[in-house]
């Protein structure tokens, strides 16, 4: 069978789907593009001196490391002079990235997490890259934060590329979500995980159980069932994975399966993870291929975001799991 590259599958959703505007589909295939300019990157690690702090911080009060920076710069050159932006917004960044002004401006706004869980690159573990794709509002041509406030559900592309033993690209249109594996003899991302879906039943759970004390009474609750096991009220064995990078840990459920948590985790804030660029991208992602994201609460695709780096409670993966969650905050 001839292999479909990234290329040829968006060409074939264009036509076939009609979800996917000449403009959308450049977009995509240009920050695709981009990620595997990181991955090479990060591939290169201690032999590029790319490993390490950058020295400086970032809107989050972390940090940066240098393959931070140089995620964001790579993502920020790639995708400014194509034509499809308005406007970028990026977890690295205070404040939205404006188009320079030599360049078009097209009708979409690209968020991201240029290197999710970038404390694992020193010790060699998995990191990604998240992006999520919104409309500009009609007629704006200098988007300012407010037009990228957008709740989740307006989101018309969002994604992930996972640097572990593969790099892998995992996108949704709003048609399902499809995952593409880097041939790097190519250079191509070729479609090796069509179609891919959230197992209903699971028995395993991600979270950082170092918080356990913060978490709120349902979550106390939900985790003290799984950790009773088959003679807890449950019924079955659980097993355990936390990875430290968000997308790796929604790659592992998208494959094989799972529930993932990150709750509130201190009076100071609702959670550590991010809304725009993190949770709304997975939650777009899991939703479409079976499986539910909420913040515990309620859906994350309908959260109205306030401001551009707000933070939420996350429980994303299997449906049975998640609504356990759900109704464990509701009693
Ligand atoms: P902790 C990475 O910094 C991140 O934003 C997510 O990718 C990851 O799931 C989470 O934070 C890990 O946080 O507190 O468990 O190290």
Known sequence: MSRITLSRFLIEQQRSANLLPAELRFLIETVARACKAISHAVNKGALAGVLGEAGTGNIQGEAQKKLDVI?????????????SLAGMASEEMDLPYAIPGQYPKGAYLLLFDPLDGSSNIDVNIS????FSVLRCPDGVTEPTEADFLQPGSRQVAAGYTLYGPQTMLVLTVGNGVNGFTLDRETGSFVLTHPGMQVPAETREFAINMSNQRHWEAPVQRYIGELLAGATGPRGKDYNMRCVGAMAAEVHRILVRGGVFLYPKDGAERPGKLRLLYEANPMAFLVEQAGGAATDGRERI???????????VA??????EEVDVVTRYHAA
């Open 71 to 83: 995620a964001n710069d790579v993502l920020l050159e790639a995708n400014e002079w194509g034509g």
């Open 127 to 130: 990191v990604g890259t998240i």
């Open 301 to 311: 695709l309908d959260i109205v975001p306030t401001e551009l780096h707000q933070r």
């Open 314 to 319: 996350v429980c994303l993966g299997a449906r």
